[in-house]
DNA sequence: CTGGCTACCGTTTTT
DNA sequence: CGGTAGCCAG
């Protein structure tokens, strides 16, 4: 097919070796930046184009659904290649192709539903209802993460250790979640995984037919794989496999829900990886940002160790800013992100990121007061919407009428008469059976049964007129009979929700359309040994088709899922957008989580605070300082010219005003990188108290204190109040000449900021909120406290 | 069944 | 402080 020479033209000496690696296997450390996708779909096209591998011999795992789209996206532009037969999707996404395909085997009915996190609560719910227990004993939220952790870990109810009581009943409710989503046909995000898992484990047919065919293997984001999915990968690939791991350590973000950095190590351990190549040259951020992230990072023990580098030159210094509360910070982001827009940076290249969602609020309003559009990322995706999951759940009853979660959700809306009296009667019958709540109306009598009877008959009226028509129209029908576009017409808020319906449909023609579910579609060939053929997707009318979801025929009968059915997985295995407006050139607000992946020309990390950026509750261990470590290190890595750090001497949070001490991370960056915008401080609290305190009585607002200057033109809304706390303290200072907000000095301890203060004399205490030994109680007569101002 | 009230909670999140 | 979940009264 050709020696692929033209792929790889461009690449550097590190990357050239990557994509050329022999078929054995290899981890790639690939820093930010760095071209980590470019070497991965780089590898698959020339493995393709050199005939190493024909299309059904490659998989390709990611995490989320847009690193597989743009994987696949980029790997149609770089050659003709039918990339709807490749295994490339994300791990529950793969899982899903499988389990569509060896259903019977996995001992799944064949239109096995998917539960999304909102329905996997709602079930567990039940479940922990149906025993009848305390659900303040057994939270469902922690329940829940009881059993997605005992899946993670290969554990079925069996397996999970019990030494106490309450371990024992949360394997009873785990049983009883199990039996309950056998019983109605679904499947969650872990269970995909996990069944999927032991089918491969279990059956050795299967588990050689796989291994025989996927000859190469990509891993992405190796980093934030987690115990289950590394064990996977083992069922997949034969310990002689050509695997390509490829993921950064520096960037492991996601240890608080179960990803293992480990998985790096082990694997080059167990796969006896002979080839360890590191990507260290960055492509996007100048020298400055990139020593800074350097700096940085190496404050972390336990790192497989790399430096980023550049060829770009220093660039701009990294700009700090203190702030003298968090409306002040939001203040001078507005400003300085409004002084880059008028020097032509497009809003959209502006990001704005924060530790935790609470902080996004006060920026938000400054934004909006300004009429500067925003756009935040992290809300309620599209298909998570209330109104759509009650059209969804419809759809699922048609498709599926033993599915509880979908029943009870929309059994009684709109509201026709069933009751919560009528419902558990249901419940109960249906308990007692073991028989769905569809199969059990026939068990409660009066009004209520009757109406659940009708009920039952909407959905079976559903189902017999839709045989045949369209998904679009299968969807149009059931909007109009169960009553939802006449429910949302008549209420207030309704036309959105009636907006976000229709949008419904359109979202169900794309899929159609993109799944080539028109009358040419033709049912993909189970499996694909044939030699290195490349497909001919292109001519056959699927230029650059990205499919999401795919129609993987049964292995046996080679059926097909309906429309509907693989809409609804869709829907599950994919929750849209977060917003709309996204044509829109808008500042990107997120967290610095969401941000990962992405890359823009500016960066504000905000809120740098101890406490807060690192948080407190990931303080308690080395571990969680280090993770947030990285964390800052992919909010630095973001930026490609220009990067703003700020923090805040108080903050808002939680309905209290919080005294804060600048982040630990400051004494981390090399200082010859940074710029100072602001004078630097001492010590932070009381100068700034004092400030304030004349600010507000010459009654001139905050912005004079600190923004002075810096006004173009723009208004404070109303002067804040001064913080009760402050107030207080006025009140309170005696003898030892504290206040609250007043900056100190302690021996061990280090700088601070007192928080309170109580007593008088002998017993007069303060609590004090240090650095990295965070808030203590200290007795002032005993403490030697310096003043810092 | 609806609406209004209270009590509680507050890090990060994709599938 | 602000959102939400759950409960009770009308």
Redesign the pocket.
């Known amino acids: 097919m050709g020696d692929g020479s033209a792929l790889l033209r461009g690449l550097n000496p590190e990357q050239y070796a990557a994509v050329t690696l022999p078929a054995e296997a290899a981890l790639i450390l690939a820093g930010a930046g760095s071209g980590k996708t470019r070497v991965l779909t780089t590898r698959i096209a020339w493995l393709l184009q050199t005939s190493q591998v024909s299309i059904g011999g490659v998989m390709a795992v990611?995490?989320?659904?847009?690193?597989?789209k743009e994987m696949l996206t980029r790997l149609s532009a770089m050659l003709p290649v039918n990339v709807r037969g490749m295994w490339i999707?994300?791990?529950?996404?793969l899982?899903?192709r499988f389990l569509r395909a060896h259903w019977k085997q996995a001992g799944l009915p064949q239109s096995f539903q998917?539960l999304?996190?909102g329905d996997?609560l709602s079930a567990v719910?039940r479940v922990i209802k149906a025993l009848k227990l305390d659900?303040e004993r057994f939270v469902?939220k922690q329940v829940n993460w009881f059993i997605?952790g005992a899946k993670e870990n290969g554990q079925r109810p069996k397996d999970v250790p019990v030494h106490d009581g309450q371990t024992q009943t949360m394997v009873e409710i785990y049983q009883a979640y199990e039996d309950q989503c056998q019983r109605e046909g679904v499947v969650?995000?872990?269970e995909?995984?996990l069944r999927t898992y032991e089918l491969m484990r279990d059956d050795a047919a299967l588990r050689e037919h796989y291994r025989r065919r996927f000859r190469h293997i990509l891993v992405d984001e190796f980093q934030?794989t987690n115990r289950l999915q590394y064990a996977w990968l083992k069922m997949f690939a034969a310990p002689d496999a050509s695997v390509l791991a490829v993921g950064d350590d520096d960037q492991s973000?996601?240890a608080?829900?179960g990803a293992q950095v480990g998985n790096m190590a082990d694997f080059e351990r167990e796969f006896r990886v002979k080839q360890v190549i590191k990507l260290e040259r960055n492509y996007r951020s100048f020298g400055n940002i990139l020593d800074s992230a350097n700096h940085l990072i190496g404050h972390n023990s336990r790192r497989l160790g790399k430096t980023l580098r550049t060829e770009a030159g220093p660039g701009e210094p990294v700009r700090v800013q203190e702030n003298a509360s968090d409306f002040s910070e939001a203040q001078w982001i507005l400003e300085e992100a409004q002084q880059l827009h008028r020097s032509g940076v497009a809003r959209k290249e502006i990001a704005l990121l924060?530790?935790?969602?609470?902080?996004s609020?006060v920026i938000e309003s400054a934004l909006f007061n300004a009429g500067i559009p925003y756009r935040v990322?992290?809300g309620?995706?599209f298909f998570?919407r209330a109104e759509v999951k009650h059209a969804l759940a419809y759809l699922r009853l048609i498709e599926n009428c033993n599915d509880d979660t979908s029943y009870l959700r929309v059994v009684?809306?709109?509201?026709?008469?069933?009751?919560?009296?009528?419902l558990e009667q249901l419940q109960d019958a249906a308990r007692q059976t073991g028989r769905s709540l569809w199969q059990s109306v026939g068990a409660v009598g009066g009004k209520g049964g009757a109406n659940l009877v009708a009920f039952n008959g909407l959905i079976d009226g559903m189902r017999n007129a839709t045989l045949g028509l369209t998904l679009r129209e299968i969807i149009e029908h059931m909007l109009e009979r169960s009553g939802l576009i006449d429910f949302y017409r008549t209420e207030k808020e309704g036309a959105d929700r009636i907006e976000n319906l229709e949008e419904l449909v359109n979202a169900a023609e794309a899929f159609v359309t993109q799944e080539g579910f028109g009358k040419d579609a033709v049912a993909l060939p189970v499996d694909e040994f044939g030699p290195g053929q490349l497909s001919d997707g292109a001519a056959a009318g699927l230029p650059n088709a990205v499919a999401a979801v795919d129609l993987t025929p049964d292995a046996e009968t080679g059926e097909i899922m309906s429309p509907l059915a693989a809409f609804l997985t869709h829907a599950?295995?994919?929750?849209g957008d977060?917003q709309a407006q996204a044509g829109q050139d808008a500042i990107q607000l997120?967290?610095?989580?969401?941000a990962k992946g992405l890359e823009f020309d500016a960066v504000f990390i905000t809120g740098l605070e101890e406490g807060l950026f690192p948080?407190?509750?990931?303080m308690s261990d080395a571990d969680?300082l280090e993770?947030?470590r990285r964390?800052m290190y992919v909010a630095i890595t973001r930026a490609r010219q220009r990067l703003y750090l700020s923090f805040c001497q108080t903050r808002?949070?939680?309905?209290?005003t919080r005294y804060n001490v600048k982040s630990r991370f400051f004494d981390e960056l090399p200082e010859s990188a940074l710029k100072w915008l602001t004078p630097r401080n001492q010590g932070f609290g009381s100068g700034f108290a004092r400030e304030y305190q004349q600010a507000w009585e010459r009654g001139s607002g905050l912005n004079s204190v600190v923004g002075a200057g810096r006004n173009n033109g723009w208004q404070p809304p109303a002067p804040p109040?001064v913080p009760a706390a402050m107030v207080a303290a006025q009140a309170k200072a005696s003898g030892h000449g504290l206040k609250v907000g007043q900056g100190v000095f302690h021996n061990k301890f280090g700088e601070g900021v007192v928080i309170t203060l109580e007593g008088t004399g002998e017993d007069a205490r303060a609590q004090v909120r240090f650095g990295r030994h965070g808030p203590k109680w200290l007795a002032l007569s005993i403490a030697k406290l310096t003043l810092v101002d």
């Open positions: 990611t995490f989320t659904n847009k690193a597989a999707g994300t791990f529950h996404g899982c899903n998917i999304d996190a996997t719910k659900e469902p997605a969650d995000f872990a995909l995984m934030d973000i996601y608080f829900r924060y530790r935790s969602n609470a902080q609020r990322y992290g309620l995706r998570e009684n809306f709109p509201t026709r008469g069933i009751g919560a009296r009528t599950a295995l994919e929750a977060n997120m967290t610095v989580h969401s948080h407190e509750n990931a969680g993770e947030e964390l808002m949070l939680h309905g209290q109040p």
